[in-house]
């Protein structure tokens, strides 16, 4: 049984890179501009900052849990750094506050999932509303346009590579080697794969699973760096529908909704490049705008249909089964 069903299992391992191939080839075929290396540029860098919020949310995803008020929590830290800014405080202070306000908010999440036990859709959702509403009163729900020493921050290049790539692969490369190389991330799993037995082994349970709320916190909050380095305004929209993006990339890169199970690089980051991917050949072949929200929503649905069909696989495959000898 499992000899015939482990190659199953292996193939929808590989499946976020059989889909990255053929959504490559499709719009490559559609389009000579989309594989020309300018282009190829351009989605990386209107890739980075989803890809640095959805490294925050994959450590969530590994404990069985859930933030969706990253996105309010890039419009508080955006928010916050334009008054400021526009107060005439220097960058380096701003961009202080904001990695502040992204770490403040995901503790206030960590405190009430772990000390009220509330679970985190919940809070989360409450969150992202309360973030949004505070944001919306601290703007006046007026944009507001920042100096343009962040629009030049967001040229800035290293070693040829955008600022904004370079940070968000760093981000990458160091959420990589935490889950890889150090207890910590070992721990993360163990939790993820069952809070009881970590709980037994003496892990501390409720501090791993509110740091990692304080970390997609921060992670919320540099994405809203990068993202105003490349905008150079804060909007009412600014962040509005993150979360939904950053789930559904971690979750296509093989991150599994039931915890446990993923990987930043190179999971979450193939499943941000295949949702990029997807949005910019859709421009490129000048589809209908009003399909772009349908094509997104299948993606999230085709991860969502992925993480299940794995998880019935790994259950299958690793079910004992008890023989009684008469």
């Excluded at 959504?23 to 890739?47: D, H, M």
């Excluded at 962040?150 to 990589?176: E, K, N």
């Excluded at 740091?211 to 921060?218: K, L």
């Excluded at 380095?229 to 909704?257: C, D, H, M, W, Y």
Aim: net charge positive; hydrophobic share 55%; proline share 4%.
């Amino acid at each position: 049984m499992n000899a015939v069903r482990s190659p199953w299992l292996a193939l929808s391992q590989f499946a976020p890179l059989l889909l990255f191939a053929i959504v490559f080839a499709v719009f490559g075929a559609k389009s000579a501009r989309f594989v020309e290396p300018g282009n190829l540029l351009n989605i990386l860098v209107q890739a980075s900052s989803t890809v640095v919020v959805a490294t925050g949310m994959t450590f969530v995803l590994l404990t069985a849990g859930v933030d969706l008020s990253v996105g309010a929590i890039m419009f508080v830290a955006a928010a916050i750094t334009g008054k400021l800014a526009l107060a005439g405080y220097p960058m380096p202070l701003t961009l202080t506050a904001m990695l502040g306000a992204g770490i403040v908010f995901g503790a206030v999440n960590a405190l009430i999932v772990t000390r009220l036990r509330i679970i985190a859709f919940v809070v989360t959702l409450a969150t992202l509303f309360i973030g949004r509403g505070f944001a919306l009163w601290l703007t006046g729900t007026r944009a507001m346009n920042l100096p343009d020493n962040f629009l030049q921050l967001g040229s800035i290049r290293v070693a040829g590579v955008p600022l904004t790539v370079a940070l968000a692969g760093a981000v990458v490369l160091m959420a990589q080697l935490v889950l890889s190389l150090t207890p910590y991330g070992r721990q993360i799993y163990a939790v993820g794969h069952s809070v009881d037995k970590a709980r037994k082994a003496g892990l501390r349970v409720r501090w791993m699973i509110g740091s990692v709320y304080v970390i997609s916190g921060a992670c919320a909050a540099l994405g809203a760096i990068i993202t105003l380095t490349q905008l150079g305004a804060v909007s009412p929209k600014f962040g509005e529908n993150r979360e939904f993006g950053a789930i559904a990339a971690a979750v296509l890169g093989g991150t599994s909704l039931f915890g446990g199970r993923g990987r930043v690089f190179p999971g979450t980051v193939l499943g941000v490049l295949l949702i990029q991917c997807v949005e910019n050949g859709l421009v490129l072949i000048n589809a209908d705008p009003y399909l772009y929200p349908l094509v997104t929503s299948a993606v999230i649905f085709v991860a969502v249909l992925l993480d299940s069909g794995r998880q019935r696989l790994v259950e299958q495959l690793t079910r004992r089964r008890i023989r009684f000898e008469g």
